[in-house]
């Protein structure tokens, strides 16, 4: 018996990633983050008489909903509040398919999206992001990829692990694709806020083909309030809803009344945050430019919190290994993202920690 039960649970689906993030990726210079530095709670507006440990939340918290609502310019029956943008993931894809269904992502990928899918027994298939045409979403590749099958498209904007922004000119053909197969598009919005000046509106403005994720975590530093949301039309928003019953009756007021009190602060704590990615930014251009960073292909991109370099010779988990090990820093294995050749780090944490990290980095090119 004992043996069948250990049987059973290899079978069962996990995350790799996740496992490796918080169990393996921590270092003295942690360049394996992949959002911005925690908000301190000291410098939220907030005292501990507007907090309370329950309140009146059953499918979603009214003023949260119209917090979500306006920052998204949409209805509040657009919204479904979700536990980090992870499980809003998962909330829209249960909803959408059934096991069997085909379902079309994005290469590379950030592996949650992936294993999800299998997770939920879809038929997981795969279109190219080439690194010729640096990481570019190309409907071109969808176009081959579809099938009649095909019931949705996952995609990342901006892209993880690599920051490409994706136009909106190219999202409507995406859509349109997914229309002309009666398809819907799942866009993954985390890091879209992280275009600082003249940020997109989220693909859910496109049309009733586009359900979009996000939260509060990666761009402003409020993970643990686990504020995250689905933008969707209000019949998949309620199933979306009622599928969340099995996970939890209702989410944490505390939080809920802290998010709300985020979203009125929103353009102060994103700024912060700014600040440190924007100055870290031009820390690993300069990078680049170094003859220690010629040892590396870089994606060029102008936006986000996350860099996807390529080493051009050696191995390059053995590189990572010794990083660690021999420099006490930490960067993510490509391999999670389906390319191994590659590591992807993060910006936005600590600007004096990015720049010491990049200098060991520098350092482990010459082992």
């Known amino acids: 018996m004992r043996e069948e039960i250990s049987a059973k649970l290899m079978r069962q689906k996990h995350s790799t ?130 099938t009649p099958k095909t019931t949705l498209i996952v995609i990342t904007n901006l892209h993880n692990p690599t920051s490409v922004l994706t136009p909106e000119s190219t999202l409507r053909e995406i859509g349109e694709l997914a229309r002309s197969i009666k398809a819907q598009v799942l866009v993954d919005e985390v890091y879209l806020d992280a275009v600082y000046e003249n940020t997109p509106s989220s693909a859910f403005h496109l049309g009733p083909e586009f359900i979009t994720t996000n939260s509060l975590t990666k761009v402003y530093g409020l993970s643990g309030l686990r504020c995250g949301w689905i933008l969707a039309q209000p019949d998949q928003a309620r199933a979306m809803y009622h599928l969340n019953d099995l996970f939890g009756a209702v989410p ?52 986000g919190t996350t860099s996807f370099p390529r080493l051009k010779k050696g191995n390059t988990d053995a590189f990572i290994t010794h990083l660690r090990e021999k420099h006490e820093t930490s960067v993510v294995p490509g391999s999670f993202f389906e390319m191994p050749s590659h590591f992807r780090m993060g910006l936005g944490v600590s600007t004096k920690m990015f720049a010491e990290g990049l200098q060991r980095l520098a350092q482990a090119t010459h082992a």
């Open 252 to 303: 944490p007021h505390p939080a809920e009344l802290l998010s709300v009190i985020a979203f009125q602060n929103l353009k102060k704590i994103r700024e912060r945050a700014r600040a440190i990615v924007e100055a870290d930014r031009q820390l690993l251009t300069n990078f680049y430019t170094t003859p220690e960073g010629q040892s590396f292909v870089r994606v060029p991109t102008k936006f």
């Open 17 to 146: 990633y996740m496992q490796w993030a918080k169990l393996q990726s921590k270092a003295r210079f942690n360049l394996a983050t992949s959002g911005v530095a925690a908000y301190p709670l000291s410098e939220l507006p907030v005292t501990i008489d507007q907090l309370e440990i329950n309140g009146e939340s059953t499918y979603g918290y009214a003023p949260l909903q119209h917090a979500i609502a306006k920052k998204n310019n949409v209805d509040p029956d657009n919204v479904v509040a979700a536990a980090g943008t992870s499980m809003a993931n998962h909330l829209a894809m249960a909803t959408v398919i059934e096991p069997g269904d085909e379902v079309l992502i994005e290469q590379p990928a950030y592996e949650l999206l992936v294993s999800t899918a299998q997770y939920l027994r879809a038929k997981v298939t795969r279109f190219p992001r080439h690194e010729a045409s640096n990481f570019a979403l190309d409907p071109t590749e969808i176009r081959k990829a579809i």
